[in-house]
């Protein structure tokens, strides 16, 4: 069955605070920070992009685009489809699975397209959208980008975060490749944290158990 995310547009629950809907870009990568457009997949995931604005946004802030191109309704779809073709895809992998020929096919019609153009400016590296085709440029630079990582050196270290509250994808670029957290700061030290309370709360127990014990 495909995988698609619920378009929460209309019916966003008033309790999710309004940075859970900020992006997160912990992936350092484009393709996968792509993926992380959907929050929170682990228990039950919401849109983060959920107007084409949205779309225009995260090219911006993933420091993609430094102008803003528009985006239409039938260009956020694409860019979902895509998104969760990608998202299969790096499952697989993680899981030493091939991408299915569906996710592939898809992947490869997005990066068709001519991508986005690098620019020399002022001994800066930038990448400027097309006249027209902006929206499939920014696309294919994207699918692209999933290629390159399903493809190459790092495609065996695509990983889960092991924060059962993040599963953010990312990949593991230290020497060991042994890397369980996307980020050491945000997920590391808080399992590790989860990790001490458990066993101080253990031996709290098993204190209050051998009182009970001793007192009988
Ligand atoms: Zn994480």
């Known amino acids: 069955m495909d995988h698609v995310p619920r378009d929460v547009a209309a019916d966003v629950p008033a309790d999710i605070p309004a940075e859970e809907l900020a992006f997160n870009f912990r ?84 990066a068709t397209a001519p991508p986005l153009t690098p620019v020399l400016h002022g001994g800066a590296r930038r990448l400027t959208a097309p006249k027209s085709g902006a929206q499939a440029a920014a696309l294919s630079t994207v699918a692209r980008d999933a290629i390159d990582l399903f493809t190459g050196t790092h495609a065996d270290r695509i990983r889960e975060c092991a924060s059962p509250e993040c599963a953010l994808l990312f990949v593991d670029t230290s020497r060991p490749g042994r890397r369980r957290w996307c980020s050491n700061e945000a997920c590391g030290s808080k399992d590790r944290s989860a990790a001490y309370r458990r066993r101080r709360q253990a031996k709290v127990e098993h204190q209050v158990k051998q009182l009970a014990e001793d007192q009988a």
């Open 27 to 110: 992936s350092a990568r484009l393709c996968l920070a792509f993926v992380a457009t959907v929050g929170e997949r682990w228990r039950g995931e919401y849109e983060r992009l959920r107007a084409p604005e949205d779309l225009t946004r995260w090219y911006r802030e993933v420091g993609l685009l430094d102008e803003a191109i528009t985006v239409t309704r039938p260009g956020l779809d694409s860019a979902r489809t895509l998104r969760e073709a990608i998202y299969r895809g790096a499952k697989a992998l993680i899981a030493g699975r091939d991408l299915t020929a569906a996710d592939e096919a898809l992947i490869n019609t997005a």
